[in-house]
């Protein structure tokens, strides 16, 4: 489908912030902002697939494989 374009610390530092943002939204069910965590799927799901849609359009890539 789409070529992988991120790389291994790219993946893990897009599931972290990714997971610690989600994290957030059920710390702080009190707060009137707690939505705008749910941004934390975006990197999250980028880390998890490999896949960087806005990577992709700039024609970037963190992968080792991509850079012979």
């Known amino acids: 489908m789409f070529k992988q374009n991120v790389g291994p610390l790219d993946r ?3 599931v972290v912030v990714g997971l610690v943002l989600l994290a957030g939204f ?3 069910p009190e ?3 707690r939505w705008v965590l749910l941004i934390g799927l975006i ?3 980028t880390g998890l ?3 960087c849609p806005i990577y992709a359009a700039l024609g970037m890539s ?3 494989a991509d850079k012979r």
């Open 62 to 64: 963190t992968c080792p």
């Open 12 to 14: 893990v530092l897009r």
């Open 31 to 33: 707060s009137p902002y």
């Open 43 to 45: 990197p999250l799901i």
């Open 49 to 51: 697939v490999s896949v």
């Open 26 to 28: 059920f710390v702080f």
